[in-house]
C-alpha cells in the first residue's frame, strides 16, 4: 500500500516563508515525477511546482522565484521551500506522485492528504 504524507503547513505572514514535506511510502518500485498542487475555496485544484526524477523541474507562473521545489531519490520525498508569501498563496497544498507500485507495471498517481498554508496579511 502507498501512501503520501504531507506535512509543514501553517498559519505565516505576508512575506513570511513555509517549507512543506512530503514522503511516500509503501511497497513502491519506481517514481517518476512528484508535485506540489493546491486548491483554493471555490477555485479548481491547481499545479504549483513538480519535479522530475532526473530534476527536471516546473512551476506554475505564480509562484517562479518564490517556491523551489526540491527531491530526494534515495528518500521518496519532495520539499517545496515557499518564500515570500502571499495571501493568494492561502489553499490547502496536496502532494502528488506519479509512481509504480511493486507488483505493477503502470505508472499511477497518487495524492497526498492535503496540508493547509494560510498566509494573514
Known amino acids: 500500500q502507498v501512501q503520501l504524507v504531507e506535512s509543514g503547513g501553517g498559519l505565516v505572514q505576508v512575506g513570511g516563508s513555509l517549507r512543506l514535506s512530503c514522503a511516500a511510502s509503501?511497497?513502491?518500485?519506481?517514481?517518476?515525477?512528484m508535485g506540489w498542487y493546491r486548491q483554493a475555496p471555490g477555485k479548481q485544484r491547481e499545479l504549483v511546482a513538480r519535479?522530475?526524477?532526473?530534476?527536471?523541474?516546473d512551476y506554475a507562473d505564480s509562484v517562479k522565484g518564490r517556491f523551489t521545489i526540491s527531491r530526494d531519490n534515495a528518500k521518496n520525498t519532495a520539499d517545496l521551500q515557499m518564500n515570500s508569501l502571499k495571501p493568494e498563496d492561502t489553499a490547502v497544498y496536496y502532494c502528488?506522485?506519479?509512481?509504480?507500485?511493486?507488483?505493477?507495471?503502470?505508472?499511477?498517481?497518487?495524492w497526498g492528504q492535503g496540508t493547509q498554508v494560510t498566509v494573514s496579511s
Open positions: 519535479i522530475s526524477k532526473d530534476g527536471t523541474t
Open positions: 502528488n506522485a506519479n509512481l509504480i507500485p511493486l507488483g505493477s507495471y503502470r505508472y499511477k498517481g497518487y
Open positions: 509503501g511497497s513502491i518500485l519506481s517514481i517518476n515525477v
